[in-house]
């Protein structure tokens, strides 16, 4: 029972590189979030996907490009990576809708030198 | 937008002894409220959630309280154990914005055997 697979969980940046993280869930859910977390500072959504085949963007774009690629998967893309974009990246999913739950992955560890 | 605010950022009981995390929010027309568990190197896990029509809900040790008037909704967890011991997230989510949650900055919880 995986549920929301991130991956890689680990990566290392240097600065100016490109990069995707990807994202899968075998729940069938409608909707798919991309967060980061920093410390002290929660949990910020960077982007989201109501349904297949729709983006919008979250509290802390900036720097950051999805592609909701199937149902299933939901990537993020650094396309010039900078060190304030060292973080901790969270995929989650939900059914969709009002009031229903966000599942989330494991998360990937990213640091940008 | 929303803002939710928790308290205390750091928490630290005897075992056996009750914990209590309380977050504030500032959107009224915010309707759903989770509770996460976060343990080292993994994702949010939820716990708990109320929603607006709801004042308090219980499961086992756990058990959330709303006061939609003050704003502000509680995590009590009774008879702690070091399991226990986490970083737990609340969030909020607002009617007109049902797909976005805002996060807490989280609660470090130390339960000492």
């Known amino acids: 029972n995986a549920g929301v697979t991130q991956t890689p969980k680990f990566q290392v940046l240097k600065t100016g590189q490109s990069m995707t993280l990807q994202c899968a869930q075998d729940?069938?859910?409608?909707?798919m979030y991309w967060y980061r977390q920093d410390p002290g500072m929660g949990l910020r959504l960077i982007y989201y996907?109501?349904?297949?085949?729709?983006?919008d963007k979250g509290e802390v774009p900036n720097g950051y490009n999805v592609s909701r690629l199937n149902k299933r998967e939901f990537s993020l893309r650094l396309e010039s990576a900078a060190p304030s974009q060292t973080s901790v990246y969270f995929c989650?999913?939900?059914?969709?809708?009002?009031?229903?739950?966000?599942?989330f992955g494991d998360g990937t560890r990213l640091s940008i030198l | 937008g929303e803002n939710v605010e928790q308290h205390p950022s750091t928490l630290s009981v005897q075992e056996g002894d009750s914990a209590v995390i309380k977050c504030t929010y500032s959107?009224?027309?915010?309707?759903?409220f989770p509770w996460y568990k976060q343990e080292l190197g993994k994702g949010p896990q939820l716990i708990i959630d109320?929603?607006?029509?709801?004042g308090e809900k219980k499961d086992q040790r756990i058990a959330v309280t709303l006061n939609k008037t003050a704003k502000h909704f509680s995590l009590h967890i009774t008879e702690t154990q070091p399991e226990d011991s986490a970083v737990y997230f609340c969030?909020?989510?607002?009617?007109?914005?049902?797909?976005?949650?805002?996060f807490g900055s989280g609660t470090r919880l130390l339960v000492r055997p």
């Open positions: 989650a999913s939900s059914q969709g809708g009002s009031n229903q739950p966000q599942h």
């Open positions: 729940m069938n859910h409608n909707s």
């Open positions: 996907s109501a349904s297949e085949g729709t983006t």
């Open positions: 959107d009224s027309a915010s309707n759903y």
């Open positions: 109320i929603r607006s029509n709801v």
């Open positions: 969030a909020a989510r607002s009617e007109d914005s049902s797909y976005k949650l805002i």
